[in-house]
């Protein structure tokens, strides 16, 4: 087995800002807020750091879809403990479009084309909640796939994966290669040290094209609209238990 | 109240000092200022309304109990307005309204604060300053970053997390950095990094009369300067009684490339104390320094299931290269060897640190946990390291004199230790013998050269101590600051200094 494992890492808005949907709702503002990597990317790089620093596996590629700014994101990986980046250039209205599809095609070219023995992924990113990357994947390498991950370990040839499931946790034993998404409770991610942040500048990142990988981008979805939740509104006091009644009467809920 | 020393009424404590004949006179003039004042709260309130809004001004009876408490044992006393303002400018022309109106002024940040600062003892007005959130003007390569009241640290610390930095003052409880700055809070990591009073560079502030002052020139962040009276430590520590701090800039320090800790126990506390004390001799720049005794040992054994031995124990905590954690590491526990410590238990990766410092982490829920249904209440003195092996021994046979149930934790590094007094409110025998207690702990730091304030500041409780620790003419002199930044005593008047009252 080539020791490789391949994480993406995704660019998002920060978890801790405030949303604010455009005025034409066609999307969120980006502009001048703060991003930062997805915090389920962030504990699959930790896990396969934790492997690497095992011994169980030989090299981290930390990957990211993007414009020039995902290259930070990259940077972040490489100072947790990645050994190289690529970056796959993605701007404009392609970006715009790049969803899970476009993603997968562009992780399992890379798969390929590196060998990897691993892929790990978060399991969504915060931005669309969308779950499907990591499965699509696995699906066009036709490989297995643990997902929901809380805990991994390496037997020979074999992964062992503990999935969080809805009705508990679910064990299961797949082959290499496989895909592995990454769950809240699969581990604590470090902080970017300083000394390693100056460190990783020195590693390189690679620029790749999608074309040069044979991959498609166009996407089948069209965004129509993006609106905020309903505000909340303001409740309302009543005297008695009869005016609650009337009142849950008045608006149909009883 | 015995802890809560300001009401005249209800402290018999009070009648034995000089001060009674000036309080009673206070509380028969009492209800005619009271009156004067809610006329004048009156003509402000639409002032308030067209500066922040209608939604910015509260007289909601639930809003202005919320403002007027935080995490001490002193009782809720809500001011009579509470204010949202939303920039420094608001925050300048409501101050200048008040001081129109001669209404005090209570700034408000988390109110997580454990010494009543932000309790409205002649009413007035709240700017509680949540609204003010933003982290402005971070510059990683000079290790500095301005904040405003709302941040707490750790928000603070999660926005740094991509630059390698961080913001090591930890008090325990998830605090507003300005409110910080303005009780001086220290933590866990003092010993090595500092408290607020070291990592404060500059801060603006808005004085009782609305002037905004840049204590060290809008915009500046040198390391070091000598450019003046240094009036950013001024404010530091000034408990909201000489302005509103509405942006504080840090100092911040990287984050460190590998941590260790480690947990050792001793047979007696002499022995854990002289430990501390050798290794800071050694020179060893160890990150945290934290002791247990063997009453808080088992409270935090039996709150979170661990089964540390139950004896005098020190919590370590070491930050550096792999290199040098190794030497460090080696020294110390040659010291704590030498000393009859036991073996270390150790933690390198962040869940086995974590799990280790749970212990002390969760020291004031486990101390509380040892008698439900009672209150706690933490002492907070001071001492150099040399004279801490003794107040600590005094202090624990005092406690079991005195049959009282105080766990003792504390950043021995820094010759401070909190005693976590647990004490059942609807008990007035007890609650005497835990406020004589805390009365002889305090004379007992400050005959060692100490302070009775090692990290939660003075508030409420403690003006009558903050008199004897400085002596008259160091509280005359603070009073003429007082009186020149504030001379109509309205910045959140009754706090640090006694005669701020009337």
Known sequence: MSGRVLVGVKRVIDYAVKIRVKPDNSGVVTDGVKHSMNPFCEIAVEEAVKLKEKKLIKEVVAVSCGPQQSQETIRTALAMGADRGIHVEVTGKDYDTLGPLQVSKILAALAKKEEAQLVILGKQAIDDDCNQTGQMTAALLDWPQGTFASEVSLENDKVKVVREIDGGLETIKISTPAVLTADLRLNTPRYATLPNIMKAKKKKIANVKPADLGVDLTSRLEVLRVDEPPQRQAGMKVETVDDLVVKLKDAGKV | ?502
Not at chain 2, 53 to 62: H, N, P, R
């Open chain 2, 1 to 502: 109240m015995v802890i809560d020393g300001s009401t005249a009424n209800s402290s018999f404590y009070f009648c034995k000092t000089r001060l009674a004949h000036s309080l009673i006179g206070f509380q028969a003039d009492g209800r005619i200022w009271l009156k004067q004042q809610g006329a004048a709260l009156d003509g402000a309130l639409s002032a308030f309304r067209s500066i922040c809004g209608d939604e910015g001004v509260s007289l909601g009876e639930a809003v202005r109990e919320q403002h007027g408490r935080d995490e001490s044992v002193h009782r809720c006393r809500p001011p009579d307005v509470v204010v949202f303002p939303r920039c420094v400018e608001e925050v300048s022309a409501l101050a200048k309204v008040c001081n129109k109106h001669n209404l005090p002024i209570i700034p408000f940040g988390t109110g997580t604060g454990l010494e009543g600062g932000v309790g409205a003892l002649r009413g007035g007005v709240c700017f509680s300053l949540r609204n003010i959130d933003q982290i402005l003007d971070l510059h990683p390569e000079d290790f500095d970053v301005t904040v405003e009241p709302a941040v707490t640290r750790k928000t603070l610390n999660a926005y740094l997390r991509d630059t390698g930095l961080w913001f090591p003052v930890d008090p325990g409880a998830d605090a507003s950095l300005c409110g910080m700055a303005a009780t001086s809070a220290s933590g866990t990591n003092a010993v090595r990094y500092g408290t607020m009073r070291e990592n404060v560079i500059n801060l603006e502030v808005v004085l009782a009369d609305g002037t905004v002052v840049h204590t060290a020139g809008k915009g500046r962040r040198p390391r070091k300067t000598s450019a003046g009276y240094n009036l950013t430590n001024l404010f530091v520590g000034s408990e909201g009684t000489l302005g509103i701090i509405t942006k504080t800039t840090l100092r911040l320090y990287g984050i460190p490339e590998a941590t260790v800790s480690a947990v050792c126990s001793f047979s007696s506390v002499q022995a854990a104390v002289d430990s501390t004390v050798q290794i800071l001799q050694a020179g060893v720049p160890i990150a945290r320094i934290e002791f247990l005794d063997d009453v808080m040992v088992d409270a935090c054994n039996r709150f979170s299931s661990l089964s540390y031995p139950v004896m005098p124990t020190l919590f370590l905590e070491f930050h550096g290269s792999e290199r040098s954690l190794e030497e460090q590491v080696n020294i110390t526990e040659e010291i704590t060897q030498s000393n009859e410590g036991s073996d270390f238990q150790w933690a390198r990766d962040a869940e086995t640190r974590s799990r280790l410092w749970r212990a002390r982490h969760d020291a004031w829920y486990a101390a509380q946990a040892l008698r439900p249904g009672c209150k706690a209440y933490s002492t907070d003195v001071c001492v150099p390291l040399s004279r801490l092996p003794q107040i600590i021994v005094e202090t624990k046979e005092d406690l079991m004199e005195s049959r009282l149930t105080g766990p003792i934790a504390g950043h021995v590094g820094d010759g401070n230790f909190h005693c976590l007094m647990v004490v059942d409110p609807s008990d007035p025998d007890e609650l005497h013998r835990v406020h004589l207690f805390t009365e002889r702990l305090a004379r007992r730091a400050l005959a060692m050269d100490g302070t009775c304030t090692g990290e939660h500041g003075v508030g409420l409780g403690k003006r009558r101590l903050l008199c004897e620790e400085l002596g008259p003419s160091g509280i005359q002199a603070m009073q003429k600051l007082k009186n020149a930044l504030d001379p109509k005593n309205l910045m959140n008047p009754g706090k640090i200094l006694l005669q701020g009252e009337s």
